[in-house]
């Protein structure tokens, strides 16, 4: 919402918007950023709305009475008789709160409650939470802001979190069981994790990875001496190599670690504050973009100057999937040399990696029926997608799996919760194997100006469930051929 104003609260908009331009009565819902709907909606928020599925007149006639208010009316003649929950809409010559006069024809229209306790932000101790969910919960401030900076996009299928606070990741994922897919956890989650060295690098060197020093030393040998027998790491030398002044290395990186800067990260290493919001929200169509310009290093306290990103997410109203573009636009002297991509790394919930399917037959896209490969989780492979080209990620697995058809679903061992990927990205060109790292990695270097866009395709729901009228299969094919 962009043209906030005195009176225009949550009901306003639905009224106005999709009353106005689709017809029919309206109901607000939700307003992001903990608003309420019988509030004024601040710029930058968004409304939900949903269309009442029944609306109906009753005259008041002789039966007015004090007490009986238009959502009396509602509640006791068509709650009491037809079921259901009613809202009162209007009521000729009076409003829903007072008493409806005689000559009154109150408006009523049914609604279904939905119950939004599932997707309630848990506490730090939650069983739900793995060690990393509840760590990353107690010291960091995301569980408590989750609501109000997460804008959210659904329909009857399926619910996804988007956080403006974390840089635009994707940290909530649910299907129809309402069951989030994606760990969360500010160095997991959805979003795009970038990686790259100087492409000049004279070499590799040992440095320590205890504190930040720039120091290089030609052996482990003479860098454990030199800083007190602490480990030392074989890194890449080049201008990627941290000053540790101006800039420190972060966690168990060493100073001459890689750049990699990923959506969520803050300004020194941190989490929390607002060098990590996103600096615009666009809605346009029921979709939502936001934009990141120069996102901070996982791997450095610093931001990676030059890099603008922006993550568009859709969710068609009647489909079972949440469309993900991803643009990325980098100006800068700086190169970077060639290195696997995650676009985005994708961490599931713990509980998921335990099976993996996919298509390697020899009749892609005919049969959305057809048998497909089952297969045990397996931390070293990766499944290679059709027609892609070099380079590939480095150094390649010990043993490539190649998928036929551009998918791949991943469930927990019960198969209770699933989460099929799909991408016909030219760039995207395998899926991570690896337990409920299932990233669509690329490869590539930056460099001067550098441009480009892609799709990521998540149904929170196996291969062939039946969503929607359809397979999450037959979907894939639809999707493929444009439909």
């Known amino acids: 919402m962009t043209q906030s104003a005195a009176e225009r609260n949550g009901k306003w908009w639905c009224d106005n918007h999709f009353g106005n331009n689709l017809g029919g009565s309206w109901r607000c819902l939700d307003v992001s950023g903990g608003g309420s709907c019988g509030a004024t909606v601040p710029n930058g928020e968004l409304v939900s709305c949903?269309?009442?599925?029944?609306?109906?007149?009753?005259?008041?006639?002789?039966?007015?009475?004090?007490?009986?208010?238009?959502?009396?009316?509602?509640?006791?003649?068509?709650?009491?008789?037809?079921?259901?929950?009613?809202?009162?809409?209007?009521?000729?010559?009076?409003?829903?709160?007072?008493?409806?006069?005689?000559?009154?024809?109150?408006?009523?229209?049914?609604?279904?409650?939905?119950?939004?306790?599932?997707?309630?932000?848990?506490?730090?101790?939650?069983?739900?939470?793995?060690?990393?969910?509840?760590?990353?919960?107690?010291?960091?401030?995301?569980?408590?802001?989750?609501?109000?900076?997460?804008?959210?996009?659904?329909?009857?299928?399926?619910?996804?979190?988007?956080?403006?606070?974390?840089?635009?990741?994707?940290?909530?994922?649910?299907?129809?069981?309402?069951?989030?897919?994606?760990?969360?956890?500010?160095?997991?989650?959805?979003?795009?994790?970038?990686?790259?060295?100087?492409?000049?690098?004279?070499?590799?060197?040992?440095?320590?990875?205890?504190?930040?020093?720039?120091?290089?030393?030609?052996?482990?040998?003479?860098?454990?001496?030199?800083?007190?027998?602490?480990?030392?790491?074989?890194?890449?030398?080049?201008?990627?190599?941290?000053?540790?002044?101006?800039?420190?290395?972060?966690?168990?990186?060493?100073?001459?670690?890689?750049?990699?800067?990923?959506?969520?990260?803050?300004?020194?290493?941190?989490?929390?504050?607002?060098?990590?919001?996103?600096?615009?929200?666009?809605?346009?169509n029921g979709a939502l973009t936001f934009v990141k310009s120069n996102p901070y290093h996982f791997t450095k306290t610093t931001a990676f100057d030059g890099m603008t990103w922006r993550v568009t997410g859709k969710v068609p109203s009647n489909r079972p999937y949440l469309q993900l573009t991803y643009q990325m636009s980098y100006s800068s002297t700086r190169m970077v040399g060639e290195h696997n991509q995650e676009i985005p790394a994708l961490i599931t919930d713990e509980t998921l990696g335990h099976w993996y399917y996919y298509y390697e037959g020899n009749a892609p896209y005919a049969d959305a029926r057809g048998t497909v490969t089952r297969l045990r989780s397996d931390f070293g492979t990766e499944l290679r997608l059709p027609a892609r080209t070099a380079p590939l990620p480095q150094p390649p697995p010990s043993t490539y799996h190649d998928a036929t058809e551009e998918w791949m679903t991943v469930c927990d061992r019960e198969e209770f919760q699933c989460l099929t990927v799909a991408s016909f990205a030219p760039g995207v060109k395998t899926f991570a194997q690896g337990g409920p790292y299932i990233t669509p990695l690329g490869r590539f270097a930056l460099g001067g100006a550098y441009n480009a866009a892609w799709d990521i395709y998540l149904f929170p729901y196996r291969y062939d469930d039946i969503v929607a009228g359809k397979s999450v299969r037959e979907w894939i094919y639809d999707l493929k051929l444009g439909r």
């Open 50 to 284: 949903s269309q009442y599925g029944n609306v109906q007149s009753v005259s008041v006639g002789g039966s007015a009475a004090p007490g009986r208010t238009g959502q009396w009316w509602c509640d006791v003649h068509f709650g009491g008789n037809l079921g259901g929950n009613w809202d009162c809409l209007a009521v000729t010559g009076g409003n829903c709160m007072a008493d409806a006069p005689p000559s009154a024809t109150v408006t009523c229209g049914r609604y279904t409650p939905v119950d939004e306790s599932p997707f309630a932000p848990p506490s730090c101790t939650d069983p739900s939470l793995n060690g990393a969910e509840r760590e990353f919960c107690s010291y960091t401030e995301y569980m408590t802001t989750r609501r109000t900076s997460t804008l959210y996009l659904y329909n009857d299928y399926l619910r996804a979190g988007i956080n403006r606070s974390f840089g635009g990741t994707l940290f909530e994922l649910y299907g129809s069981d309402k069951r989030n897919r994606i760990e969360e956890h500010g160095g997991s989650a959805v979003q795009l994790s970038i990686w790259g060295y100087d492409p000049q690098a004279s070499g590799t060197a040992y440095f320590t990875t205890t504190v930040c020093s720039p120091t290089a030393h030609d052996s482990a040998a003479t860098c454990q001496e030199a800083n007190g027998g602490t480990p030392c790491a074989a890194v890449a030398t080049g201008a990627q190599i941290s000053n540790c002044t101006t800039e420190q290395s972060c966690g168990g990186w060493s100073a001459a670690a890689p750049w990699n800067p990923i959506q969520a990260q803050a300004a020194n290493c941190g989490w929390n504050g607002p060098t990590n919001d996103v600096s615009q929200v666009i809605e346009s």
